[in-house]
């Protein structure tokens, strides 16, 4: 990246170490009897901030695409909480339990908004790349053709927004399969039923999390678009007014 991308490729590495040592700051306040909701929540702003800024030079869009991205996250922190309450996604699946029956797990946390924390974190990469890629896309746009109306603007970016929506599913879905490749495996071999993979603690978190994910890029594409379209339009009446 650093050979291909010079600056910019070297900037990715340098804000993917400040992005880590932000996630192992986090545990390490978590474990350390902070609330992980709220821990998480400041360490997912700053993960934003750094993602965004870091990676892109244009002040506009960038802003516009934080914006966008602290709305949703603000979002997907109001639905997450209840529907992983009501769907009882805390704790370890008994495929996990295996792993750590030798081990003693009163650990003094709270396994459901651990559990609410991991969702809310890992929804922070989607949204960040389709809210720079629209916001980024559109100012292109805007610059090409400085007269285009609101109308030609939401129209575009909903167009970016629907190629970046098929992208950003079919990298969730496959994510979801990769990474629970061996345990798919091991449930067919076993003979599992379907009913069984339906109401697997391990397969219904996971599904949830890509569920998530795919809302908080639905929102962050419109968000994106609205927030665009009211910055050129606020810029607009400004310079009539001077006019």
């Known amino acids: 990246m650093v050979l291909v991308g010079g600056k910019s490729g070297f900037i990715s590495f340098l804000s993917l170490i400040c992005n880590f040592f932000i996630l192992f700051v986090t545990v390490i306040l978590i474990a350390g009897g902070f609330p992980a909701i709220w821990v998480s929540f400041f360490a997912g702003i700053c993960i934003l901030a750094i993602t965004i800024y870091m990676g892109n030079n244009d002040e506009r869009s960038t802003n516009v695409a934080f914006k966008a991205t602290f709305i949703v996250m603000l979002m997907m922190l109001v639905l997450i909480i209840p529907f992983n309450h009501w769907a009882y996604l805390q704790g370890f699946s008994p495929e996990q339990s295996s792993e750590i029956e030798a081990f003693n797990i009163l650990i003094g946390v709270n396994f459901r908004e651990i559990a609410i924390a991991t969702t809310m974190l890992s929804t922070l990469g989607a949204i960040a790349e389709a809210s720079i ?111």
């Open 133 to 243: 890629a629209i916001a980024s896309g559109l100012e292109e746009i805007i610059e090409h053709h400085p007269g285009i109306g609101l109308v030609g603007l939401f129209k575009s970016g909903k167009n970016i927004g629907f190629q970046i929506m098929g992208m950003t599913l079919n990298t969730l879905f496959f994510g979801l399969f990769g990474g629970d490749l061996a345990l798919f495996v091991l449930l067919y071999k076993l003979d599992a039923s379907f009913g069984y993979y339906l109401n697997s603690k391990i397969f219904v978190m996971e599904c949830f999390r890509v569920l998530y994910s795919a809302i908080a890029v639905v929102a962050v594409i419109w968000i994106t678009t609205y927030l665009m379209g009211r910055r050129i339009n606020h810029y607009r009446r400004s310079t009539d007014r001077i006019k």
